[in-house]
Protein backbone atom coordinates (compact mmCIF):
# COMPACT_ATOMS: atom_id res chain seq x y z
CA UNK A 1 0.00 0.00 0.00
CA UNK A 2 1.38 3.81 -0.89
CA UNK A 3 1.45 5.87 1.81
CA UNK A 4 -1.63 8.29 1.75
CA UNK A 5 0.36 11.19 2.68
CA UNK A 6 2.12 11.11 -0.87
CA UNK A 7 5.58 11.90 -1.48
CA UNK A 8 7.25 11.31 2.10
CA UNK A 9 10.46 9.64 1.25
CA UNK A 10 10.45 5.71 1.55
CA UNK A 11 12.44 4.88 4.98
CA UNK A 12 15.41 2.94 4.54
CA UNK A 13 14.11 0.04 7.62
CA UNK A 14 10.80 -0.40 5.21
CA UNK A 15 12.93 -0.76 1.80
CA UNK A 16 15.20 -3.44 3.64
CA UNK A 17 11.72 -5.30 4.63
CA UNK A 18 10.42 -5.29 1.59
CA UNK A 19 13.46 -6.93 0.49
CA UNK A 20 13.73 -9.67 2.94
CA UNK A 21 10.03 -10.32 2.34
CA UNK A 22 10.15 -10.94 -1.56
CA UNK A 23 12.91 -13.57 -0.89
CA UNK A 24 11.10 -15.73 1.86
CA UNK A 25 13.13 -14.30 4.79
CA UNK A 26 9.93 -13.50 6.68
CA UNK A 27 12.22 -13.27 10.30
CA UNK A 28 13.90 -10.89 8.96
CA UNK A 29 11.63 -8.48 6.76
CA UNK A 30 9.40 -8.97 10.38
CA UNK A 31 12.30 -7.00 12.67
CA UNK A 32 12.60 -4.17 9.75
CA UNK A 33 9.52 -3.39 9.73
CA UNK A 34 9.56 -3.39 13.31
CA UNK A 35 12.71 -0.74 13.41
CA UNK A 36 10.62 1.60 10.65
CA UNK A 37 7.56 1.50 13.79
CA UNK A 38 9.90 2.61 15.70
CA UNK A 39 12.05 4.86 13.59
CA UNK A 40 8.67 6.28 11.97
CA UNK A 41 5.25 5.98 13.87
CA UNK A 42 3.32 7.62 11.31
CA UNK A 43 4.54 5.48 7.87
CA UNK A 44 1.30 3.71 7.57
CA UNK A 45 2.63 1.01 4.91
CA UNK A 46 5.02 -0.78 7.43
CA UNK A 47 1.95 -1.16 9.69
CA UNK A 48 0.20 -2.94 6.62
CA UNK A 49 2.38 -4.93 5.63
CA UNK A 50 3.98 -5.84 8.57
CA UNK A 51 0.44 -6.98 9.08
CA UNK A 52 0.13 -9.02 6.18
CA UNK A 53 3.35 -10.40 6.68
CA UNK A 54 1.94 -11.98 10.43
CA UNK A 55 -1.54 -12.57 9.63
CA UNK A 56 -0.96 -16.13 9.61
CA UNK A 57 1.15 -17.01 12.80
CA UNK A 58 -0.26 -13.65 15.04
CA UNK A 59 -3.16 -12.78 13.46
CA UNK A 60 -4.24 -10.58 16.99
CA UNK A 61 -1.54 -8.67 16.42
CA UNK A 62 -2.12 -8.34 12.85
CA UNK A 63 -5.81 -6.99 13.61
CA UNK A 64 -4.13 -4.30 16.21
CA UNK A 65 -1.35 -3.40 13.47
CA UNK A 66 -4.04 -2.56 10.90
CA UNK A 67 -6.46 -0.47 13.74
CA UNK A 68 -3.44 1.61 14.21
CA UNK A 69 -3.31 2.10 10.94
CA UNK A 70 -7.00 3.26 10.26
CA UNK A 71 -6.45 5.67 12.67
CA UNK A 72 -3.05 7.00 10.58
CA UNK A 73 -5.44 7.02 7.59
CA UNK A 74 -8.00 8.79 9.61
CA UNK A 75 -8.33 11.94 6.53
CA UNK A 76 -7.30 8.94 3.03
CA UNK A 77 -10.98 7.49 2.68
CA UNK A 78 -10.07 4.84 0.01
CA UNK A 79 -6.42 3.70 2.27
CA UNK A 80 -9.01 3.46 5.07
CA UNK A 81 -11.58 1.12 3.03
CA UNK A 82 -9.12 -1.32 1.68
CA UNK A 83 -7.29 -1.18 5.82
CA UNK A 84 -11.15 -1.87 6.49
CA UNK A 85 -11.31 -5.10 4.23
CA UNK A 86 -8.03 -6.56 5.16
CA UNK A 87 -9.12 -6.16 9.14
CA UNK A 88 -12.60 -7.48 8.05
CA UNK A 89 -10.82 -10.75 6.44
CA UNK A 90 -9.24 -11.34 9.64
CA UNK A 91 -12.15 -11.07 12.18
CA UNK A 92 -14.98 -13.10 9.86
CA UNK A 93 -13.84 -16.70 10.56
CA UNK A 94 -13.47 -15.98 14.08
CA UNK A 95 -16.32 -17.76 16.88
CA UNK A 96 -15.16 -15.93 19.68
CA UNK A 97 -15.83 -17.85 23.13
CA UNK A 98 -14.63 -15.43 25.80
CA UNK A 99 -16.13 -11.40 25.37
CA UNK A 100 -12.98 -9.53 23.71
CA UNK A 101 -12.87 -5.57 24.10
CA UNK A 102 -10.45 -5.62 21.19
CA UNK A 103 -12.10 -7.33 18.69
CA UNK A 104 -15.29 -5.53 19.81
CA UNK A 105 -13.88 -2.43 18.67
CA UNK A 106 -11.98 -3.56 15.67
CA UNK A 107 -15.88 -4.78 14.23
CA UNK A 108 -16.94 -1.31 15.36
CA UNK A 109 -14.56 -0.07 12.79
CA UNK A 110 -15.39 -2.28 10.22
CA UNK A 111 -19.15 -2.18 10.76
CA UNK A 112 -18.20 1.96 10.36
CA UNK A 113 -16.95 1.91 6.75
CA UNK A 114 -19.66 2.47 4.40
CA UNK A 115 -17.93 0.93 1.45
CA UNK A 116 -17.29 -2.56 3.47
CA UNK A 117 -19.61 -5.36 3.03
CA UNK A 118 -20.81 -5.93 6.42
CA UNK A 119 -22.51 -9.46 6.35
CA UNK A 120 -19.83 -11.64 5.96
CA UNK A 121 -18.90 -10.15 10.07
CA UNK A 122 -22.43 -10.57 10.93
CA UNK A 123 -21.91 -14.09 13.01
CA UNK A 124 -18.54 -12.61 14.73
CA UNK A 125 -20.67 -9.69 15.76
CA UNK A 126 -23.57 -11.38 16.92
CA UNK A 127 -21.35 -14.30 19.10
CA UNK A 128 -19.64 -11.17 20.97
CA UNK A 129 -22.40 -9.54 21.30
CA UNK A 130 -24.32 -12.42 23.04
CA UNK A 131 -20.91 -13.04 25.22
CA UNK A 132 -20.92 -9.52 26.12
CA UNK A 133 -24.84 -9.30 26.85
CA UNK A 134 -25.90 -13.15 28.72
CA UNK A 135 -28.75 -11.50 29.25
CA UNK A 136 -31.15 -8.77 27.73
CA UNK A 137 -29.97 -5.19 28.27
CA UNK A 138 -32.09 -3.61 26.20
CA UNK A 139 -30.98 -0.05 27.90
CA UNK A 140 -27.47 -0.83 27.74
CA UNK A 141 -28.20 -2.00 23.73
CA UNK A 142 -29.67 1.39 23.36
CA UNK A 143 -26.12 3.14 23.54
CA UNK A 144 -23.87 0.47 22.64
CA UNK A 145 -21.64 1.05 19.26
CA UNK A 146 -21.53 -2.53 18.45
CA UNK A 147 -24.99 -3.28 18.74
CA UNK A 148 -26.26 -0.03 16.76
CA UNK A 149 -23.84 -1.21 14.20
CA UNK A 150 -24.66 -4.73 14.10
CA UNK A 151 -28.20 -3.80 13.80
CA UNK A 152 -28.06 -0.92 11.12
CA UNK A 153 -25.52 -3.01 9.09
CA UNK A 154 -25.74 -6.58 9.21
CA UNK A 155 -29.13 -9.18 8.65
CA UNK A 156 -28.36 -11.56 11.98
CA UNK A 157 -27.83 -15.33 10.38
CA UNK A 158 -27.11 -16.74 13.77
CA UNK A 159 -29.87 -19.13 15.38
CA UNK A 160 -29.17 -17.59 18.87
CA UNK A 161 -29.81 -14.18 18.36
CA UNK A 162 -32.93 -14.41 16.55
CA UNK A 163 -34.56 -13.99 19.92
CA UNK A 164 -32.21 -11.90 21.51
CA UNK A 165 -33.39 -9.41 18.84
CA UNK A 166 -37.46 -10.29 19.06
CA UNK A 167 -37.25 -10.23 23.02
CA UNK A 168 -34.89 -6.70 22.23
CA UNK A 169 -37.98 -5.52 19.95
CA UNK A 170 -40.50 -6.40 22.84
CA UNK A 171 -38.95 -5.08 25.59
CA UNK A 172 -38.71 -1.42 23.06
CA UNK A 173 -42.08 -2.04 22.51
CA UNK A 174 -43.02 -2.22 26.37
CA UNK A 175 -41.49 1.18 27.24
CA UNK A 176 -42.69 4.09 26.31
CA UNK A 177 -38.67 5.66 27.05
CA UNK A 178 -37.35 8.33 24.40
CA UNK A 179 -33.90 6.81 25.68
CA UNK A 180 -34.75 3.29 24.02
CA UNK A 181 -35.46 5.56 20.35
CA UNK A 182 -31.90 4.87 19.16
CA UNK A 183 -32.16 1.21 19.60
CA UNK A 184 -35.81 1.17 18.19
CA UNK A 185 -34.23 2.87 14.69
CA UNK A 186 -31.14 0.09 14.68
CA UNK A 187 -34.16 -2.70 15.47
CA UNK A 188 -36.04 -1.08 13.01
CA UNK A 189 -33.23 -1.61 10.36
CA UNK A 190 -32.39 -5.13 11.31
CA UNK A 191 -36.16 -5.96 10.62
CA UNK A 192 -36.61 -4.25 7.53
CA UNK A 193 -33.03 -6.33 6.27
CA UNK A 194 -34.64 -9.59 7.09
CA UNK A 195 -38.15 -8.45 5.96
CA UNK A 196 -39.97 -8.54 9.12
CA UNK A 197 -39.29 -12.21 8.90
CA UNK A 198 -39.75 -12.09 13.24
CA UNK A 199 -43.34 -13.01 13.70
CA UNK A 200 -45.39 -10.53 15.59
CA UNK A 201 -47.68 -11.32 18.42
CA UNK A 202 -51.30 -10.04 19.11
CA UNK A 203 -49.88 -8.80 21.86
CA UNK A 204 -47.15 -7.06 20.25
CA UNK A 205 -49.79 -6.02 17.86
CA UNK A 206 -51.68 -4.58 20.72
CA UNK A 207 -48.59 -2.58 22.06
CA UNK A 208 -47.91 -0.82 18.87
CA UNK A 209 -51.83 0.29 18.79
CA UNK A 210 -51.51 1.90 22.05
CA UNK A 211 -49.39 4.41 20.77
CA UNK A 212 -51.72 4.61 17.90
CA UNK A 213 -54.22 5.77 20.58
CA UNK A 214 -52.02 7.80 22.69
CA UNK A 215 -52.05 10.15 19.60
CA UNK A 216 -55.39 10.27 19.39
CA UNK A 217 -56.04 7.57 17.37
CA UNK A 218 -58.52 4.91 18.63
CA UNK A 219 -56.55 2.10 17.39
CA UNK A 220 -56.71 -0.89 15.22
CA UNK A 221 -59.06 -4.02 16.39
CA UNK A 222 -58.52 -6.83 14.46
CA UNK A 223 -58.85 -10.88 14.79
CA UNK A 224 -55.78 -13.15 15.34
CA UNK A 225 -55.72 -14.38 11.69
CA UNK A 226 -55.75 -11.50 10.18
CA UNK A 227 -52.19 -10.34 8.30
CA UNK A 228 -49.79 -7.67 9.49
CA UNK A 229 -50.53 -5.27 7.24
CA UNK A 230 -54.10 -5.34 7.75
CA UNK A 231 -53.38 -4.54 11.58
CA UNK A 232 -50.90 -1.80 10.63
CA UNK A 233 -53.77 -0.02 8.72
CA UNK A 234 -55.33 3.19 10.34
CA UNK A 235 -52.05 4.34 12.34
CA UNK A 236 -52.69 7.94 11.24
CA UNK A 237 -50.30 10.57 11.42
CA UNK A 238 -50.26 11.94 14.40
CA UNK A 239 -48.03 9.86 16.47
CA UNK A 240 -44.96 10.59 17.99
CA UNK A 241 -41.43 10.33 16.73
CA UNK A 242 -41.05 7.37 19.00
CA UNK A 243 -44.08 5.76 18.66
CA UNK A 244 -43.22 5.92 15.19
CA UNK A 245 -39.78 4.16 15.39
CA UNK A 246 -41.64 1.62 17.48
CA UNK A 247 -43.95 1.36 14.57
CA UNK A 248 -40.92 0.69 12.07
CA UNK A 249 -39.67 -2.14 13.61
CA UNK A 250 -42.91 -3.84 11.96
CA UNK A 251 -43.28 -1.98 8.49
CA UNK A 252 -41.27 0.09 6.60
CA UNK A 253 -42.26 4.08 7.51
CA UNK A 254 -43.23 4.18 3.87
CA UNK A 255 -46.36 1.92 4.69
CA UNK A 256 -47.42 3.51 7.95
CA UNK A 257 -49.16 6.77 6.49
CA UNK A 258 -47.18 8.83 9.30
CA UNK A 259 -44.54 11.27 9.10
CA UNK A 260 -40.97 10.55 9.48
CA UNK A 261 -38.93 10.83 12.42
CA UNK A 262 -36.80 13.84 12.85
CA UNK A 263 -33.05 12.89 11.42
CA UNK A 264 -31.96 13.54 15.16
CA UNK A 265 -29.04 10.92 14.42
CA UNK A 266 -27.75 8.68 12.14
CA UNK A 267 -29.40 5.79 12.44
CA UNK A 268 -32.88 7.66 12.29
CA UNK A 269 -31.60 9.28 9.23
CA UNK A 270 -30.43 5.49 8.27
CA UNK A 271 -33.69 4.72 8.40
CA UNK A 272 -35.50 7.20 7.07
CA UNK A 273 -33.28 6.58 3.81
CA UNK A 274 -33.84 3.02 2.96
CA UNK A 275 -37.29 2.34 4.33
CA UNK A 276 -38.94 5.84 2.81
CA UNK A 277 -36.90 7.88 0.95
CA UNK A 278 -35.26 5.30 -1.47
CA UNK A 279 -38.70 3.21 -1.94
CA UNK A 280 -40.49 5.99 -2.39
CA UNK A 281 -37.66 7.13 -5.48
CA UNK A 282 -37.87 3.31 -6.37
CA UNK A 283 -41.82 3.29 -6.73
CA UNK A 284 -41.35 6.37 -9.23
CA UNK A 285 -38.74 4.36 -11.32
CA UNK A 286 -40.64 1.41 -11.68
CA UNK A 287 -43.55 2.90 -12.68
CA UNK A 288 -41.33 4.82 -15.81
CA UNK A 289 -39.22 1.61 -16.81
CA UNK A 290 -39.31 0.75 -20.69
CA UNK A 291 -40.78 -2.38 -21.62
CA UNK A 292 -40.56 -5.22 -24.10
CA UNK A 293 -43.23 -7.50 -24.92
CA UNK A 294 -46.57 -7.97 -22.50
CA UNK A 295 -46.02 -11.78 -21.53
CA UNK A 296 -49.59 -13.33 -20.70
CA UNK A 297 -47.81 -16.83 -19.89
CA UNK A 298 -48.85 -18.03 -16.87
CA UNK A 299 -45.45 -19.52 -15.60
CA UNK A 300 -44.15 -15.80 -16.07
CA UNK A 301 -46.46 -14.19 -14.21
CA UNK A 302 -46.58 -16.34 -11.22
CA UNK A 303 -42.50 -15.40 -11.25
CA UNK A 304 -43.15 -11.80 -11.74
CA UNK A 305 -45.76 -11.71 -8.82
CA UNK A 306 -43.34 -13.32 -6.23
CA UNK A 307 -40.17 -10.39 -6.86
CA UNK A 308 -42.83 -7.54 -7.59
CA UNK A 309 -43.72 -8.00 -4.01
CA UNK A 310 -40.68 -9.18 -2.71
CA UNK A 311 -37.31 -8.16 -4.68
CA UNK A 312 -34.75 -10.31 -4.05
CA UNK A 313 -31.80 -9.12 -2.58
CA UNK A 314 -32.13 -5.93 -1.07
CA UNK A 315 -28.49 -5.88 -1.06
CA UNK A 316 -26.74 -3.07 0.89
CA UNK A 317 -22.96 -3.10 -0.20
CA UNK A 318 -21.96 -2.80 -4.22
CA UNK A 319 -19.14 -5.37 -5.35
CA UNK A 320 -16.01 -3.96 -5.07
CA UNK A 321 -14.43 -2.62 -8.17
CA UNK A 322 -11.76 -4.94 -9.67
CA UNK A 323 -11.29 -3.60 -13.02
CA UNK A 324 -10.49 -6.19 -15.84
CA UNK A 325 -10.87 -6.60 -18.94
CA UNK A 326 -13.53 -8.76 -19.66
CA UNK A 327 -13.30 -10.32 -23.20
CA UNK A 328 -9.53 -10.89 -22.23
CA UNK A 329 -10.79 -12.98 -19.00
CA UNK A 330 -12.88 -14.65 -21.63
CA UNK A 331 -10.64 -15.81 -24.59
CA UNK A 332 -8.96 -17.43 -21.15
CA UNK A 333 -11.50 -19.84 -21.27
CA UNK A 334 -10.84 -23.48 -22.42
CA UNK A 335 -13.05 -24.09 -25.31
CA UNK A 336 -13.16 -20.88 -26.64
CA UNK A 337 -12.96 -20.03 -30.23
CA UNK A 338 -10.42 -16.68 -30.31
CA UNK A 339 -10.94 -16.04 -33.98
CA UNK A 340 -14.71 -16.36 -33.79
CA UNK A 341 -15.44 -13.54 -30.37
CA UNK A 342 -16.58 -10.68 -31.43
CA UNK A 343 -14.56 -7.21 -30.92
CA UNK A 344 -14.47 -4.83 -28.12
CA UNK A 345 -16.89 -3.02 -26.99
CA UNK A 346 -19.24 -6.59 -26.23
CA UNK A 347 -22.59 -5.53 -26.35
CA UNK A 348 -23.74 -7.36 -23.15
CA UNK A 349 -27.11 -8.41 -22.10
CA UNK A 350 -28.02 -9.82 -17.99
CA UNK A 351 -31.28 -11.82 -18.38
CA UNK A 352 -32.82 -11.54 -15.29
CA UNK A 353 -31.17 -9.21 -13.69
CA UNK A 354 -32.94 -9.70 -10.67
CA UNK A 355 -32.02 -6.43 -8.12
CA UNK A 356 -28.74 -5.65 -10.08
CA UNK A 357 -25.99 -6.72 -8.71
CA UNK A 358 -24.48 -8.44 -11.56
CA UNK A 359 -24.87 -5.73 -13.53
CA UNK A 360 -23.42 -3.49 -11.56
CA UNK A 361 -20.39 -5.71 -10.98
CA UNK A 362 -20.25 -6.19 -14.62
CA UNK A 363 -20.41 -2.44 -14.99
CA UNK A 364 -17.45 -1.62 -12.61
CA UNK A 365 -15.05 -4.50 -13.82
CA UNK A 366 -15.38 -3.43 -17.59
CA UNK A 367 -16.64 0.23 -18.10
CA UNK A 368 -16.43 -0.83 -21.96
CA UNK A 369 -19.20 -3.14 -21.91
CA UNK A 370 -22.86 -1.62 -23.31
CA UNK A 371 -25.16 -3.39 -20.61
CA UNK A 372 -28.86 -3.99 -21.56
CA UNK A 373 -30.44 -5.44 -18.01
CA UNK A 374 -34.07 -7.27 -18.71
CA UNK A 375 -36.10 -9.07 -15.70
CA UNK A 376 -39.97 -9.78 -15.39
CA UNK A 377 -40.10 -7.74 -11.66
CA UNK A 378 -40.42 -3.98 -12.13
CA UNK A 379 -39.43 -3.62 -8.14
CA UNK A 380 -36.43 -5.58 -8.68
CA UNK A 381 -35.36 -3.21 -11.45
CA UNK A 382 -36.26 -0.39 -9.60
CA UNK A 383 -33.79 -0.97 -6.95
CA UNK A 384 -31.16 -1.94 -9.27
CA UNK A 385 -31.74 1.30 -11.27
CA UNK A 386 -31.51 3.42 -8.49
CA UNK A 387 -28.46 2.29 -6.47
CA UNK A 388 -26.97 2.19 -10.71
CA UNK A 389 -27.45 6.00 -10.53
CA UNK A 390 -26.18 6.44 -7.13
CA UNK A 391 -22.71 4.78 -8.10
CA UNK A 392 -22.55 6.96 -11.49
CA UNK A 393 -23.96 4.19 -13.66
CA UNK A 394 -26.83 5.48 -15.50
CA UNK A 395 -25.47 3.87 -18.64
CA UNK A 396 -26.69 0.46 -17.50
CA UNK A 397 -30.32 0.02 -20.09
CA UNK A 398 -32.68 -1.50 -17.14
CA UNK A 399 -35.82 -2.26 -19.20
CA UNK A 400 -38.86 -4.93 -17.94
CA UNK A 401 -40.03 -8.01 -19.41
CA UNK A 402 -39.42 -11.64 -20.37
CA UNK A 403 -36.66 -12.93 -21.64
CA UNK A 404 -38.98 -14.84 -23.70
CA UNK A 405 -39.66 -12.42 -25.81
CA UNK A 406 -36.57 -10.59 -26.80
CA UNK A 407 -36.67 -9.01 -30.20
CA UNK A 408 -34.21 -9.01 -33.13
CA UNK A 409 -31.22 -7.14 -30.93
CA UNK A 410 -28.14 -9.04 -31.16
CA UNK A 411 -25.78 -9.51 -28.20
CA UNK A 412 -22.09 -10.18 -28.04
CA UNK A 413 -22.28 -11.48 -24.35
CA UNK A 414 -25.06 -12.97 -22.25
CA UNK A 415 -25.46 -14.15 -18.76
CA UNK A 416 -28.42 -15.73 -17.33
CA UNK A 417 -27.38 -16.45 -13.76
CA UNK A 418 -30.68 -18.29 -11.76
CA UNK A 419 -32.80 -17.73 -14.55
CA UNK A 420 -33.64 -20.74 -16.41
CA UNK A 421 -34.26 -22.43 -13.38
CA UNK A 422 -37.15 -20.81 -12.94
CA UNK A 423 -38.93 -20.77 -16.24
CA UNK A 424 -41.55 -22.81 -17.18
CA UNK A 425 -39.25 -24.51 -20.17
CA UNK A 426 -35.49 -23.77 -19.31
CA UNK A 427 -34.81 -25.22 -23.00
CA UNK A 428 -37.04 -22.32 -24.53
CA UNK A 429 -35.45 -20.03 -22.51
CA UNK A 430 -31.73 -21.10 -23.87
CA UNK A 431 -33.19 -21.46 -27.26
CA UNK A 432 -34.55 -18.02 -27.12
CA UNK A 433 -31.47 -16.87 -25.72
CA UNK A 434 -29.36 -18.28 -28.45
CA UNK A 435 -31.37 -16.20 -31.04
CA UNK A 436 -30.23 -13.38 -29.96
CA UNK A 437 -26.50 -14.21 -29.10
CA UNK A 438 -24.30 -12.80 -32.17
CA UNK A 439 -22.00 -15.89 -34.00
CA UNK A 440 -19.43 -16.10 -31.96
CA UNK A 441 -20.26 -14.26 -28.81
CA UNK A 442 -20.40 -16.32 -25.26
CA UNK A 443 -22.83 -17.01 -22.81
CA UNK A 444 -23.11 -17.66 -18.61
CA UNK A 445 -25.69 -19.79 -17.82
CA UNK A 446 -26.11 -21.00 -14.06
CA UNK A 447 -28.54 -23.45 -12.65
CA UNK A 448 -29.67 -25.10 -9.49
CA UNK A 449 -27.36 -28.09 -8.85
CA UNK A 450 -29.85 -31.24 -8.15
CA UNK A 451 -27.91 -32.46 -5.42
CA UNK A 452 -26.62 -29.68 -3.89
CA UNK A 453 -30.10 -28.97 -3.35
CA UNK A 454 -31.01 -32.00 -1.66
CA UNK A 455 -32.07 -30.26 1.61
CA UNK A 456 -34.26 -28.45 0.04
CA UNK A 457 -36.57 -30.84 -1.95
CA UNK A 458 -36.62 -32.30 1.73
CA UNK A 459 -38.23 -29.13 2.89
CA UNK A 460 -40.28 -28.86 -0.41
CA UNK A 461 -42.07 -32.04 0.85
CA UNK A 462 -42.65 -30.37 4.38
CA UNK A 463 -43.87 -27.80 3.38
CA UNK A 464 -46.27 -29.35 1.15
CA UNK A 465 -47.36 -31.77 3.49
CA UNK A 466 -48.10 -29.21 6.43
CA UNK A 467 -49.61 -26.84 3.79
CA UNK A 468 -47.71 -24.11 4.66
CA UNK A 469 -48.19 -20.85 2.44
CA UNK A 470 -47.27 -17.25 2.03
CA UNK A 471 -45.29 -15.12 4.49
CA UNK A 472 -46.83 -17.00 7.69
CA UNK A 473 -45.77 -20.14 6.16
CA UNK A 474 -42.78 -19.46 5.38
CA UNK A 475 -42.10 -17.99 9.17
CA UNK A 476 -44.08 -21.21 10.36
CA UNK A 477 -41.30 -23.32 8.42
CA UNK A 478 -38.85 -21.68 10.00
CA UNK A 479 -39.60 -21.79 13.34
CA UNK A 480 -39.81 -25.58 12.53
CA UNK A 481 -36.45 -25.68 11.66
CA UNK A 482 -34.80 -23.74 14.72
CA UNK A 483 -36.90 -25.50 16.86
CA UNK A 484 -34.65 -28.49 15.67
CA UNK A 485 -31.82 -30.39 17.18
CA UNK A 486 -28.66 -29.05 15.66
CA UNK A 487 -27.45 -32.56 13.93
CA UNK A 488 -31.02 -32.72 12.02
CA UNK A 489 -30.58 -32.33 8.42
CA UNK A 490 -33.11 -29.69 7.57
CA UNK A 491 -31.24 -27.79 10.69
CA UNK A 492 -28.16 -26.98 8.00
CA UNK A 493 -30.57 -24.87 5.84
CA UNK A 494 -29.58 -22.06 8.55
CA UNK A 495 -26.36 -21.71 7.07
CA UNK A 496 -27.90 -20.37 3.95
CA UNK A 497 -27.88 -16.56 4.69
CA UNK A 498 -31.47 -16.99 2.25
CA UNK A 499 -32.53 -18.65 5.60
CA UNK A 500 -32.76 -15.50 7.40
CA UNK A 501 -34.76 -12.76 5.70
CA UNK A 502 -38.22 -13.51 4.43
CA UNK A 503 -37.71 -12.72 0.60
CA UNK A 504 -34.34 -15.02 1.04
CA UNK A 505 -36.58 -17.89 2.43
CA UNK A 506 -39.13 -17.51 -0.36
CA UNK A 507 -36.52 -17.92 -2.98
CA UNK A 508 -34.67 -20.68 -1.04
CA UNK A 509 -37.81 -22.89 -0.27
CA UNK A 510 -41.21 -21.26 -1.41
CA UNK A 511 -40.07 -20.60 -5.51
CA UNK A 512 -43.27 -20.51 -7.31
CA UNK A 513 -41.31 -22.51 -10.28
CA UNK A 514 -37.90 -24.21 -10.05
CA UNK A 515 -35.94 -27.02 -12.03
CA UNK A 516 -32.88 -28.17 -10.92
CA UNK A 517 -30.00 -30.17 -13.25
CA UNK A 518 -26.92 -32.34 -13.37
CA UNK A 519 -23.34 -31.08 -15.28
CA UNK A 520 -24.45 -33.60 -18.23
CA UNK A 521 -28.39 -32.76 -18.40
CA UNK A 522 -27.27 -28.79 -18.46
CA UNK A 523 -24.19 -29.92 -21.30
CA UNK A 524 -26.60 -31.57 -23.20
CA UNK A 525 -29.19 -28.49 -23.39
CA UNK A 526 -26.61 -26.62 -24.37
CA UNK A 527 -25.88 -28.89 -27.01
CA UNK A 528 -29.56 -28.94 -28.03
CA UNK A 529 -29.37 -24.90 -28.34
CA UNK A 530 -27.03 -25.29 -30.77
CA UNK A 531 -24.21 -24.38 -28.55
CA UNK A 532 -20.68 -25.24 -27.62
CA UNK A 533 -19.62 -25.45 -23.95
CA UNK A 534 -16.26 -23.58 -23.25
CA UNK A 535 -15.72 -23.11 -19.30
CA UNK A 536 -16.75 -23.86 -16.19
CA UNK A 537 -16.81 -21.14 -13.25
CA UNK A 538 -16.03 -23.46 -10.76
CA UNK A 539 -14.87 -22.70 -7.12
CA UNK A 540 -11.76 -22.95 -6.34
CA UNK A 541 -11.89 -25.56 -3.90
CA UNK A 542 -13.90 -27.42 -6.94
CA UNK A 543 -11.11 -26.88 -9.17
CA UNK A 544 -8.64 -28.67 -6.77
CA UNK A 545 -11.04 -31.75 -6.52
CA UNK A 546 -11.43 -31.84 -10.09
CA UNK A 547 -7.90 -31.59 -10.42
CA UNK A 548 -6.39 -33.42 -7.49
CA UNK A 549 -8.65 -36.66 -8.91
CA UNK A 550 -8.36 -35.85 -12.45
CA UNK A 551 -4.84 -34.20 -13.00
CA UNK A 552 -4.19 -31.58 -15.72
CA UNK A 553 -7.41 -33.16 -18.02
CA UNK A 554 -9.66 -30.37 -19.81
CA UNK A 555 -12.42 -29.73 -17.30
CA UNK A 556 -14.74 -30.02 -20.64
CA UNK A 557 -16.32 -33.35 -19.43
CA UNK A 558 -19.10 -33.67 -18.05
CA UNK A 559 -18.92 -36.99 -17.09
CA UNK A 560 -16.14 -36.49 -14.53
CA UNK A 561 -17.94 -33.17 -12.73
CA UNK A 562 -20.51 -35.36 -12.51
CA UNK A 563 -18.66 -38.20 -11.18
CA UNK A 564 -16.56 -35.62 -8.99
CA UNK A 565 -20.61 -33.88 -7.54
CA UNK A 566 -21.62 -37.48 -6.80
CA UNK A 567 -18.66 -37.62 -4.02
CA UNK A 568 -19.01 -34.07 -3.13
CA UNK A 569 -22.97 -33.22 -3.21
CA UNK A 570 -22.26 -29.76 -2.08
CA UNK A 571 -19.58 -28.98 -4.81
CA UNK A 572 -22.08 -26.47 -6.54
CA UNK A 573 -23.84 -25.53 -3.32
CA UNK A 574 -25.27 -22.01 -5.19
CA UNK A 575 -25.46 -23.12 -9.09
CA UNK A 576 -23.76 -25.15 -11.81
CA UNK A 577 -21.92 -22.02 -13.97
CA UNK A 578 -21.06 -23.23 -17.41
CA UNK A 579 -19.43 -20.82 -20.28
CA UNK A 580 -21.00 -21.68 -23.89
CA UNK A 581 -20.86 -19.94 -27.17
CA UNK A 582 -22.41 -19.53 -30.55
CA UNK A 583 -20.44 -21.49 -33.65
CA UNK A 584 -20.12 -19.55 -36.32
CA UNK A 585 -21.95 -20.29 -39.60
CA UNK A 586 -19.49 -21.87 -42.16
Known amino acids: MAD ?8 PEFAEARAHARTGRSGEAADRYRACIARHPGFLPAYVELAQLRA ?13 ALTLAHDAPAARSAIARMLAALIAPLSPDIYDADLEAQLVACLDD ?3 DPQPLAQTAAELLLLKYPVVDAEAAAHDPLWHAFLARCRNTLPAMEPR ?3 LRRHVLTHDDSRLDPLAAALALECFASGYVLPVTPEEIELLNEYSRASGNPGVRTARSETLDSRLRGVDGGASASATLRRAMVAPLIDLDTPPPPLTSPLVAALVKRTLTDLAEERALAAALPSVGATSRSASQHVRAQYESHPYPRWQTPPTPRPADLRALIERLP ?3 HAALPPAPLATLIAGCGTGYEAIDLARTDPSLAITAIDLSRASLAFAQRNAAELGLGAIAFVQGDLLDLGAERFDLITATGVLHHLADPLEGLRTLTAVLAPGGVMRIALYSRRARALVREA ?8 WQGDDGIRALRAHILALAPEAPLARL ?11 CRDLLFHVLEHQFDVPEITRMIDTAGLKWIGIDASPEAQHLFRARFGDTSPLDPQKWDSLEADHPALFAGMVPLWCQKPVSP
Not at 58 to 66: E, F, H, K, N, Y
Not at 494 to 504: A, R, Y
Open 4 to 11: PAGGRQTP
Open 56 to 68: HDDPAGARRLLMT
Open 114 to 116: PAL
Open 165 to 167: IAA
Open 335 to 337: GIN
Open 460 to 467: HALITARG
Open 494 to 504: TESDDFWSLSG
